[in-house]
């Protein structure tokens, strides 16, 4: 069979999990591998440039000293909720209150009257001790409705006129564990706890227009590929995201394209629904487009450690972080069981020890008989010895974060992540080498918009513990980096797992798809600093170059 394309370079790392070298070869042997070939999108021969040599194709692009590998795969990701997130000014480069104010009045200023004055990505940790409050915003404001979401993606501060335009004038109840924060004489300090309480406001703020959103959404996926990603696993399906994904898809194929990256999409299950509820969710599972489609669940049992709303089985040292996201954890197994009975995979965001703990517990308790399913648990930022050997027991994948690691925490733990659960179930934090060497399955990602999503600094950081470009940075439980190939198998061969697709994706082999990412440094053999500051030349997805580096002679 003649192939559409094939591709030559000095390095691929097949990532096959026959190989005994780290992937140089995809045949079980020690072959070096330096070609390969594709046709209708899938793989269909590997070998040498000397075997190339004899193959006849219609495309033929040599990469030279380059590296490839399987398409890179961020395993936890928000494209369409990050839009919404991401409006306004960001404030992940204030480095403390007074440089806040003043980045949050220069936004001020740029913005018209009756307008919102949006922003977002603020690190609790430049409120030091204090409570974030709305007195600290409400006169760099000018008076308009201002709204800040924080980094963690779960709390925002609202000021006084944004709280008067929503209505919100004291406590409020919520089907899930979310809070209107209010001082001892009931009255919102402005600081919102987690969706339910965040909604009070957002639902009032003007909304962009869906051209808007399309055109922002279509341009982020874009840069998405041109970081190296070939596939997402996104953890939302917001209001309208159906509509877009579908929008900027046929916009795409009108000129001969499609989306430059595979979407597998989890829309969200959340407290105070039930069986009418789960059997919609479930009727949504494998619609989709060409290369994008609903293929799971996401569930949550806690928040963030930062905003003191995650579930601890000893408090944080405010006496926060003790309960369930679910007010009724016995209703979060009902979920798993709903959905794991109809072979339905879910991801669950647990953050605490005692909420990974409940979703052990809900998996440990599922018959026997339940249909096979990848499951996994999301994020698993603080789980003590005894949690790891039971999710090793379990079956159920872990996905992570390296970056939440790095750029929101610090190795003397003064950071606010750190302070709030004391040294030792900070130390017991990402713990990512030993999920590893338990035989966990470990799939990587960004989370964004809660921090960057440029694969090659996470790859980077995974090993650091620190953040790339920063030798000089104490590295944060250095025992707990990864080594190079168990990086970029979070991105490859563990992120298939992740997705349950192994047999067709994961590793340069004969017979899956062909969805590559090309280097311009071996990503094995380069130094972590290096690693995050080089160059993708290519993306290909099924066979189709996406992303191009502009010094690459076709």
Same mark, same amino acid.
């Given at each position: 069979?003649?192939?559409?394309?094939?591709?030559?370079?000095?390095?691929?790392?097949?990532?096959?999990?026959?190989?005994?070298?780290?992937?140089?070869?995809?045949?079980?042997?020690?072959?070096?591998?330096?070609?390969?070939?594709?046709?209708?999108?899938?793989?269909?021969?590997?070998?040498?440039?000397?075997?190339?040599?004899?193959?006849?194709?219609?495309?033929?692009?040599?990469?030279?000293?380059?590296?490839?590998?399987?398409?890179?795969?961020?395993?936890?990701?928000?494209?369409?909720?990050?839009?919404?997130?991401?409006?306004?000014?960001?404030?992940?480069?204030?480095?403390?209150? +007074?440089?806040?104010?003043?980045?949050?009045?220069?936004?001020?200023?740029?913005?018209?009257?009756?307008?919102?004055?949006?922003?977002?990505?603020?690190?609790?940790?430049?409120?030091?001790?204090?409570?974030?409050?709305?007195?600290?915003?409400?006169?760099?404001?000018?008076?308009?409705?201002?709204?800040?979401?924080?980094?963690?993606?779960?709390?925002?501060?609202?000021?006084?006129?944004?709280?008067? %335009?929503?209505?919100?004038?004291?406590?409020?109840? =919520?089907?899930?564990?979310?809070?209107?924060?209010?001082?001892?004489?009931?009255?919102?300090?402005?600081?919102?706890?987690?969706?339910?309480?965040?909604?009070?406001?957002?639902?009032?703020?003007?909304?962009?227009?869906?051209?808007?959103?399309?055109?922002?959404?279509?341009?982020? %996926?874009?840069?998405?590929?041109?970081?190296?990603?070939?596939?997402?696993?996104?953890?939302?399906?917001?209001?309208?995201?159906?509509?877009?994904?579908?929008?900027?898809?046929?916009?795409? %194929?009108?000129?001969?394209?499609?989306?430059?990256?595979?979407?597998?999409?989890?829309?969200?299950?959340?407290?105070?629904?039930?069986?009418?509820?789960?059997?919609?969710?479930?009727?949504?599972?494998?619609?989709?487009?060409?290369?994008?489609?609903?293929?799971?669940?996401?569930? =949550?049992?806690?928040?963030?450690?930062?905003?003191?709303?995650?579930?601890?089985?000893?408090?944080?040292?405010?006496?926060?972080?003790?309960?369930?996201?679910?007010?009724?954890?016995?209703?979060?197994?009902?979920?798993?069981? =709903?959905?794991?009975?109809?072979?339905?995979?879910?991801?669950?965001?647990?953050?605490?020890?005692?909420?990974?703990?409940?979703?052990?517990?809900?998996?440990?308790?599922l018959p026997a008989d339940t249909p096979r399913a990848v499951h996994r648990i999301e994020h698993l930022e603080t789980v003590?010895?005894? %949690?790891?050997?039971?999710?090793?027991?379990?079956?159920?994948?872990?996905?992570?974060?390296?970056?939440?690691?790095?750029?929101?925490?610090?190795?003397?733990?003064?950071?606010?992540?750190?302070?709030?659960?004391?040294?030792?179930?900070?130390?017991?934090?990402?713990?990512?080498?030993?999920?590893?060497?338990?035989?966990?399955?470990?799939?990587?990602?960004?989370?964004?918009?809660?921090?960057?999503?440029?694969?090659?600094?996470?790859?980077?950081?995974?090993?650091?513990?620190?953040?790339?470009?920063?030798?000089?940075?104490?590295?944060?439980?250095?025992?707990?980096?990864?080594?190079?190939?168990?990086?970029?198998?979070?991105?490859?061969?563990? +992120?298939?797992?992740?997705?349950?697709?192994?047999?067709?994706?994961?590793?340069?082999?004969?017979?899956?798809?062909?969805?590559?990412?090309? =280097?311009?440094?071996?990503?094995?053999? +380069?130094?972590?600093?290096?690693?995050?500051?080089?160059?993708?030349?290519?993306?290909?997805?099924?066979?189709?170059?996406?992303?191009?580096?502009?010094?690459?002679?076709?």
């Amino acid at each position: 069979m003649t192939p559409d394309l094939i591709l030559l370079a000095d390095t691929i790392h097949t990532m096959d999990a026959q190989t005994t070298d780290g992937g140089t070869s995809g045949t079980g042997g020690t072959a070096v591998i330096e070609a390969i070939a594709v046709r209708n999108g899938v793989i269909t021969a590997v070998g040498t440039r000397k075997e190339a040599a004899g193959w006849q194709a219609d495309e033929v692009i040599d990469f030279g000293n380059a590296a490839i590998t399987p398409g890179l795969v961020d395993c936890h990701i928000h494209p369409v909720f990050g839009l919404e997130l991401t409006r306004g000014r960001g404030l992940s480069g204030a480095r403390n209150l +007074a440089e806040m104010r003043a980045m949050l009045q220069d936004e001020a200023a740029a913005t018209g009257p009756g307008e919102w004055v949006r922003a977002w990505g603020l690190d609790p940790n430049i409120f030091g001790m204090a409570q974030a409050h709305r007195e600290l915003i409400d006169d760099v404001a000018s008076g308009k409705p201002c709204l800040i979401r924080l980094l963690d993606g779960h709390s925002a501060l609202a000021g006084s006129r944004a709280l008067e %335009l929503a209505g919100i004038n004291g406590p409020a109840v =919520f089907d899930q564990a979310a809070e209107v924060v209010c001082d001892g004489n009931g009255r919102p300090t402005g600081l919102l706890l987690e969706a339910a309480a965040v909604e009070l406001v957002t639902r009032v703020v003007p909304r962009e227009s869906f051209q808007e959103r399309k055109a922002r959404l279509a341009e982020l %996926l874009g840069r998405f590929s041109r970081a190296g990603l070939t596939g997402a696993h996104v953890m939302d399906l917001g209001e309208g995201s159906f509509e877009l994904y579908r929008a900027v898809e046929e916009e795409a %194929l009108e000129n001969d394209g499609g989306l430059p990256l595979k979407l597998r999409i989890s829309p969200w299950c959340m407290p105070g629904t039930g069986e009418e509820d789960w059997q919609r969710l479930a009727e949504f599972i494998r619609q989709g487009g060409r290369r994008w489609e609903i293929a799971g669940i996401k569930l =949550f049992v806690d928040g963030t450690v930062d905003n003191g709303t995650a579930w601890l089985f000893e408090p944080d040292i405010y006496g926060a972080s003790t309960t369930s996201f679910w007010p009724r954890p016995e209703e979060y197994a009902a979920a798993v069981r =709903f959905f794991a009975s109809r072979g339905i995979p879910t991801s669950t965001h647990a953050i605490g020890d005692a909420g990974v703990a409940c979703v052990l517990d809900a998996f440990e308790a599922l018959p026997a008989d339940t249909p096979r399913a990848v499951h996994r648990i999301e994020h698993l930022e603080t789980v003590p010895d005894e %949690l790891v050997d039971r999710l090793a027991r379990s079956g159920l994948v872990a996905s992570m974060q390296p970056t939440h690691c790095t750029h929101y925490a610090s190795a003397d733990h003064t950071d606010n992540w750190s302070t709030r659960l004391g040294a030792e179930r900070a130390n017991n934090g990402w713990r990512c080498a030993d999920l590893r060497s338990a035989g966990i399955p470990l799939g990587l990602g960004s989370d964004w918009p809660i921090a960057p999503f440029e694969p090659l600094p996470i790859m980077a950081d995974a090993q650091l513990r620190r953040r790339a470009g920063h030798p000089a940075e104490q590295p944060i439980v250095p025992g707990q980096g990864l080594t190079a190939i168990q990086a970029l198998e979070g991105y490859t061969s563990h +992120a298939a797992r992740a997705a349950g697709e192994e047999e067709i994706s994961g590793s340069i082999t004969v017979g899956k798809r062909a969805d590559f990412t090309v =280097f311009d440094v071996d990503p094995l053999a +380069a130094d972590p600093d290096r690693l995050a500051h080089a160059q993708i030349l290519a993306t290909v997805v099924d066979g189709k170059m996406q992303h191009l580096a502009l010094d690459i002679a076709r």
